[in-house]
T-cell receptor, first 118, second 116 residues
């Protein structure tokens, strides 16, 4: 069964460093998402991406964050200068369609990357 | 603005008991989706169900059932004959078609512990 894969599973980085989290969405999916879950808290939407541009972003997704689809398979989340409060589990997701207009599609989540900023 | 409330922070039940997890939502949109996800101790998010706002039929899938009531803005989840493997955090989520049907807004989750 196709799945969303994320690498690495766990990353430790020093405060102020740049970090790139990588995701390989399901191959025929067109919509991509990043979510964040601070330890013990709820999952929060960060950004959605379609046709090589951001569709929606939350207030959390400030100028420190960026997303990119550098090639036909990867979808990355970059944090330019990490802060302690960026420590969280980051989930990538993808869907075949946006789900709008009655399209019956769901988002599939990856296993997550646990980011620890020290 | 959308809001999802899961008032039960933690629930413990003895194996084989039935348990209902509550979810109350708020949205100004007339077209929206509701979801339940399971997060086991390993951390991944496991999709359980998605319902659109026009489909109020209750759903049963094995030991799982969902009760969607627009009149009370609730989308409750019941596990019958609970098992130890059901121990996890369960998240209810909402998305609005206007902002993106897969841009999910999650509740704070309910941690379910099933005691053998």
């Amino acid at each position: 069964e196709p799945e969303v894969t994320q690498t690495p599973s766990h990353q430790v980085t020093q405060m102020g460093q740049e970090v790139i989290l990588r995701c390989v969405p399901i191959s025929n999916h067109l919509y991509f998402y990043w979510y964040r879950q601070i330890l013990g808290q709820k999952v929060e939407f960060l950004v959605s991406f379609y046709n090589n541009e951001i569709s929606e972003k939350s207030e959390i997704f400030d100028d420190q964050f960026s997303v990119e689809r550098p090639d036909g398979s990867n979808f990355t989340l970059k944090i330019r200068s990490t802060k302690l409060e960026d420590s969280a589990m980051y989930f990538c997701a993808s869907s075949e369609a946006s789900g709008t207009g009655g399209a019956d599609t769901e988002a599939f989540f990856g296993q997550g990357t646990r980011l620890t900023v020290v | 603005a959308q809001k999802v409330t899961q008032a039960q922070t933690e629930i413990s039940v003895v194996e084989k008991e039935d348990v209902t997890l509550d979810c109350v939502y708020e949205t100004r949109d007339t077209t929206y989706y509701l979801f339940w996800y399971k997060q086991p101790p390993s951390g991944e998010l496991v999709f359980l169900i998605r319902r659109n706002s026009f489909d109020e039929q209750n759903e049963i899938s094995g030991r799982y059932s969902w009760n969607f009531q627009k009149s009370t803005s609730s989308f409750n989840f019941t596990i019958t004959a609970s098992q130890v493997v059901d121990s996890a955090v369960y998240f209810c989520a909402l998305s609005e078609v206007r902002t993106g049907a897969n841009n999910l807004f999650f509740g704070t989750g309910t941690r379910l512990t099933v005691i053998p």
